[in-house]
């Protein structure tokens, strides 16, 4: 069983930065592949990025070039440090993680495990 507890969030002006955290209980972290997926008011949840257990990265578009998904498997935990944010990142964002560690999915039902959310506001 894994627990994943996101935190890093909060409110920022557009252009400013934030860096989310995802802690991993359990000794299974470094076979995980762990992603951030987003639900904005009104949308449907989506993915933000992935990283698998070899530390391969994938990126929505839409971020790409802004954020950057990265891990400590030592400390059981993957960071999204997210620059140049826009009123548009606005959403509660989400740690996921597969058990899957050599693949990074954009299908929210192949993860095995969710966090409960962090709240990312970006003000105009």
């Known amino acids: 069983q894994v627990q994943l507890i996101e935190s890093g969030g909060g409110l920022v002006q557009a252009g400013g930065s934030l860096r989310l955290s995802c802690y991993a209980s359990g000794r299974t972290f470094n076979r995980l592949s762990m992603a951030w997926f987003r639900h904005a008011p009104g949308k449907e949840r989506e993915f933000v990025a992935g990283?698998?257990?070899?530390?391969?990265?994938y990126y929505a578009e839409s971020v790409k070039g802004r954020f950057t998904a990265s891990r400590d498997n030592g400390k059981n935990t993957v960071t999204l440090q997210m620059n140049s944010l826009r009123p548009a990142d606005t959403a509660v964002y989400y740690c996921?993680?597969?058990?899957?560690?050599?693949?990074?999915?954009?299908?929210?039902?192949?993860?095995?495990?969710w966090g409960q959310g962090t709240h990312v506001t970006v003000s105009s």
């Open positions: 990283i698998t257990k070899h530390w391969s990265t």
């Open positions: 996921a993680a597969d058990m899957f560690g050599d693949r990074v999915t954009r299908d929210q039902a192949e993860y095995d495990y």
